[in-house]
């Protein structure tokens, strides 16, 4: 069992509606929580991180975190086509930050 | 502010030859993290140093690959005798602390080829 999963997609939603990204991780001692955001040929950037149960929300994004279904989800409100990426989510086990990532799912947002 | 900087950004090696890859962290970062990514695959941790120190390289295969993080100058991760499975983005990300406090912030990465 992989330690962090995601649905490879591609996940394709209209402009304007909501993307929702989910992620599910194996290891209960998981403390920190992070998505990122990769285009295609760039550089991973982090757009949102979570360490308690809940909601947080930046912006378009909201994060959500169940850490007693090991599950953490993104939502992103009025999708642009600017958002179609790959996104990653990564986990940090320990008190320091060496992030465990998922294999990314890829967003496409249509016009 | 410059960010995380890595070179070269496109580095193609024959197989059997050493490649050197560099990443100097952004300004006040003392933390720097090796990942490779394989084409539509995740990032995979690789290895974690600080200055002059490797704390955790139990992502670095354990025969060809070394990395370093020196006093003075940039970090290196060096891959000797190169294979065409070597062949991916190697990407450097850097911290300010190790804490969870302190997000990685990546570089644009160094695409390997092996021929």
């Known amino acids: 069992q992989k330690e962090v999963e995601q649905n490879s997609g591609p996940l394709s939603v209209p402009e304007g509606a909501i993307a929702s990204l989910n992620c599910t991780y194996s290891?209960?001692?998981?403390?920190?929580f992070f998505w990122y955001r990769q285009y295609s040929g760039k550089s991973p950037e982090l757009i949102m991180s979570?360490?308690?149960?809940g909601d947080k929300e930046d912006g378009r994004f909201t994060a959500q975190l169940n850490k007693a279904s090991q599950y953490v989800s993104l939502l992103i409100r009025d999708s642009q086509p600017s958002d179609s990426a790959t996104y990653l989510c990564?986990?940090?086990?320990?008190?320091?930050?060496?992030?465990?990532f998922g294999g990314g799912t890829r967003l496409m947002v249509k016009p | 502010n410059a960010g995380v900087m890595q070179n070269p950004r496109h580095l193609v090696r024959r197989r059997g030859q050493e490649a050197r890859l560099r990443c100097s962290p952004m300004k006040g970062h003392s933390h720097v993290y090796w990942y490779r990514q394989l084409p539509e695959e995740g990032l995979k941790f690789m290895v974690y140093?600080?200055?002059?120190?490797?704390?955790?390289e139990s992502g670095m295969p354990k025969e060809r690959f070394s990395a370093e993080f020196p006093k003075e100058g940039p970090s290196i991760l060096r891959i000797q005798q190169v294979v065409r499975g070597d062949s991916a983005a190697y990407f450097c990300?850097?911290?300010?602390?190790?804490?969870?406090?302190?997000?990685?912030?990546f570089g644009n990465g160094t695409r390997l080829t092996v021929t």
């Open positions: 290891d209960r001692v998981s403390q920190s």
């Open positions: 979570i360490y308690s149960n």
């Open positions: 140093l600080q200055k002059e120190n490797i704390i955790d």
């Open positions: 990300a850097s911290s300010r602390t190790g804490g969870e406090d302190s997000p990685l912030h």
């Open positions: 990564a986990v940090s086990n320990n008190a320091g930050n060496m992030l465990t």
